[in-house]
């Protein structure tokens, strides 16, 4: 396939996917998360001041945050000379679509086949927890997945690439602490190669020591008054029990099914079974050792991720999109051995059809899941109605005022309303998580007026704040214990507003 047509179509698909994305994201004037906002309050923040704001008078009512600013910094800057808004919701989807070219050069040096890379460069695009969890958000993974990828082909070519290995590896750790899943795949990658007997080279030794021990010190500063105070929490971000279901659970081939396609997750698994367990024939030793070589750093880092996912210590959506990309690059090379297998076979003659019945399975188990769930993502998106209100919460509520909410809604009361809260979903530095996770839960069910008051008095907060989502999950229209006395109704609509004044 000649280059200029090679180029054409990566060009086709980035717009495809692009424009596709572009669509969801401009559907609605507003991100699908809450943490979007949290990101977005740190980013208008460092523009305005020019450091990101680590201590926070809004969050649980006045609280330390602990992370790495580098994306912060990075929005910020992107974002000065025009509208926030509409570049927080063009740059990631730009961002995100730039995996695809970074897969496609990485299954091609994988293959040696351009139209294999082509091919996996388009499920690379679609595949669709990865479309689904950055089409309207504004997410780091948008930028830390395609950098990871992108410095896996710097490092499967480290002689010649070792500035930019090291440069988007410091930046990967900076970024994204997600990154240690790659750092650790890359010590497996080391053993893997001992024990088949395998030499890996000088720099790759020393670079792989040289990313862990770089990572292992800037993590441990960055995080050790919260590792002293939470101990092995740490590894869970201190989240309540009462939560740790919803980041945290257990893979079954279903959601693998579902997040990743079934295209890259048969191919993927087949190359697997074959690179670790299958013996090449003699003749064919030497040119399936140099592929073995090549596939070695995907499955450790793979390894990794489904240990890490089966002990529940890295959340569930965060592996899901790591292992959905690995097995993507995986399914490439799988397709390859695949194709020439039946060009030995008596049906060769049908390689074009059997292509175009996989094309198809691809589209219907990953093209049409992705639009499917994205729009789904969409119509769960915070409505207008809600944000018109929080907009008018300086309004009616003294500028020191707390804001009991459910948890989802910390971070829109703190952005939109500009009001302080008992608790949203950054658990990290909380010493009371649990406890606060509880007395939320108590607020919006019981039906004692008076163990409510207690509540409400414990963190000081004047008033309840009812969306449409707590409504959902609780089943209730209105507080069981409304009164005109201890909690009035101030406002009611979509949501609805008490304010507490007993004591």
């Given at each position: 396939m000649?280059?200029?047509?090679?180029?054409?179509?990566?060009?086709?698909?980035?717009?495809?996917?692009?424009?596709?994305r572009l669509y969801f994201?401009?559907?609605?004037?507003?991100?699908?998360?809450?943490?979007?906002y949290f990101h977005l309050r740190q980013i208008e923040y460092i523009q305005a001041h020019g450091y990101p704001e680590f201590q926070d008078p809004l969050s649980f009512s006045g609280r330390l945050f602990?992370?790495?600013?580098?994306?912060?910094?990075?929005?910020?800057?992107?974002?000065?000379?025009?509208?926030?808004?509409?570049?927080?919701?063009?740059?990631?989807?730009?961002?995100?679509t730039m995996l695809i070219p970074v897969i496609y050069l990485l299954a091609e040096q994988m293959t040696k086949n351009k139209q294999i890379a082509v091919f996996t460069a388009c499920i690379a695009a679609f595949t669709p927890i990865f479309f689904v969890e950055t089409v309207n958000s504004l997410s780091v993974k948008s930028v830390s997945i395609p950098l990871a990828f992108l410095f896996l082909y710097f490092f499967a070519n480290i002689q010649q690439c070792k500035t930019y290995c090291i440069i988007s590896m410091i930046s990967l750790i900076l970024l994204d602490h997600a990154s240690i899943i790659i750092i650790l795949g890359l010590v497996v990658y080391l053993f893997i190669l001992k024990i088949n007997f395998m030499e890996p080279k000088k720099e790759e030794k020393e670079?792989?020591?040289?990313?862990?021990?770089?990572?292992?010190?800037?993590y441990l500063l960055l995080y050790k008054s919260a590792l002293l105070r939470h101990g092995?929490?740490?590894?869970?971000?201190?989240?309540?029990q009462q939560f740790i279901d919803k980041y945290y659970y257990n893979i079954t081939i279903i959601d693998t099914i579902y997040h990743i396609g079934i295209v890259p997750l048969i191919f993927g698994l087949i190359v697997i079974y074959y690179t670790l367990f299958k013996k090449p024939v003699k003749v064919q030793h030497e040119h399936h050792e140099q592929h073995r070589k090549a596939i070695y750093p995907i499955i450790s880092i793979i390894i990794v991720t489904t240990i890490l996912l089966w002990l529940k210590i890295i959340e569930f959506t965060v592996g899901a999109l790591y292992l959905s990309i690995l097995l993507v690059i995986l399914s490439g090379f799988g397709y390859m051995e695949f194709h020439k297998y039946l060009q030995k076979t008596k049906i060769k003659k049908l390689g074009n059809i059997i292509f175009a019945v996989v094309f198809m399975v691809f589209v219907i188990s990953s093209v049409v899941p992705a639009i499917f769930y994205s729009h789904d993502k969409i119509e769960q998106t915070?409505?207008?109605?809600?944000?018109?209100?929080?907009?008018?919460?300086?309004?009616?509520t003294p500028k020191d005022a707390i804001i009991l909410s459910l948890v989802d809604d910390g971070h829109y009361v703190e952005y939109f309303g500009r009001r302080r809260t008992v608790a949203d979903?950054?658990?990290?530095?909380?010493?009371?998580?649990?406890?606060?996770?509880?007395?939320?839960?108590?607020?919006?069910?019981?039906?004692?007026?008076?163990?409510?008051?207690k509540i409400m008095n414990k963190y000081n907060a004047e008033y309840i704040y009812i969306s449409p989502t707590a409504k959902k999950l609780y089943g209730i229209d209105y507080l069981n214990y409304e009164d005109n006395d201890c909690f009035k109704l101030i406002y009611v609509g979509e949501v609805r507003l008490y304010e507490s004044t007993c004591k």
């Open positions: 000649e280059k200029k047509r090679i180029y054409v179509l990566l060009t086709l698909i980035i717009i495809i996917s692009l424009t596709i994201a401009f559907s609605t004037a507003y991100f699908s998360d809450d943490t979007s602990l992370f790495s600013p580098l994306f912060h910094y990075f929005f910020a800057v992107l974002t000065y000379f025009g509208s926030t808004w509409y570049l927080t919701k063009i740059l990631p989807n730009l961002f995100a670079f792989i020591f040289f990313s862990l021990l770089l990572a292992l010190w800037f092995i929490d740490i590894l869970w971000q201190n989240i309540p915070i409505t207008t109605k809600e944000i018109l209100f929080l907009r008018f919460l300086p309004e009616i979903a950054n658990f990290l530095q909380i010493r009371d998580a649990k406890e606060r996770v509880d007395d939320i839960k108590t607020i919006f069910t019981t039906e004692s007026k008076i163990a409510a008051t």
